[in-house]
């Protein structure tokens, strides 16, 4: 039979080393993670911005001839979604909205995009021949932003017309004057 160890001969009163060291490395590590250089709501604002404004850019300009000329779809609450894993909290879709610098009609996935069956087959687009832009993933690193993004529009030089999407990871580090886009990585193109 055994016997419940009392105060006197409990091990539990002793510190365990290896105890020990797992509580002053999760320590660390918390500290580690809420220090400084945890990026801002504006900070995240920036770098919307830039990615929205890049997504725009790149999707206009690599459409086919007679493309992408119409309004910018923005799925606003992607970006609200990304915010959470690229600073840590929610930011409001107003004040997202609010950092975009151009022209653009609110959105989601459900209503950005027009299908119909043809004899020809399927065909989809973009409506009013637009560019829609949607946030797939955000995620931060110690003085980094990482945005995956796509953005799509209608290939109208196909019969019957197909959506053509292209997707992006963008790399933003913190700069002197702010967050600066380091690279572009093509992750698909149409």
């Known amino acids: 039979m055994y016997s419940l160890p009392t105060a006197v001969d409990s091990e539990c009163d002793r510190p365990r080393p290896r105890a020990m060291k797992r509580l002053l490395l999760t320590s660390v590590l918390v500290l580690a993670g809420c220090s400084s250089g945890k990026p801002s709501e504006a900070d995240y604002l920036d770098v919307v911005r830039q990615t929205v404004r890049f997504a725009e850019d790149d999707a206009r300009s690599s459409a086919p001839p007679g493309s992408a000329t119409g309004p910018l779809l923005l799925d606003v609450k992607s ?4 915010s959470l894993r690229a600073i840590g909290e929610v930011v409001d879709t107003d004040r997202i909205a609010g950092a975009v610098d151009r022209p653009f009609q609110a959105t989601v996935p459900d209503s950005s995009f027009n299908c119909m069956d043809m004899e020809l087959g399927t065909s989809c687009w ?25 953005s799509t529009v209608t290939a109208s030089n196909f019969v019957p017309p197909v959506l053509c999407d292209r997707a992006f990871r963008l790399e933003f580090v913190r700069g002197t004057g702010g967050w600066v886009m380091q690279d572009t990585v093509p992750l698909r193109a149409c």
């Open 79 to 82: 970006f609200r979604g990304g």
């Open 126 to 150: 973009v409506p009013k021949n637009g560019v829609f832009v949607h946030l797939n993933l955000a995620s931060r690193a110690p003085d980094r932003i990482t945005m995956h993004y796509t």
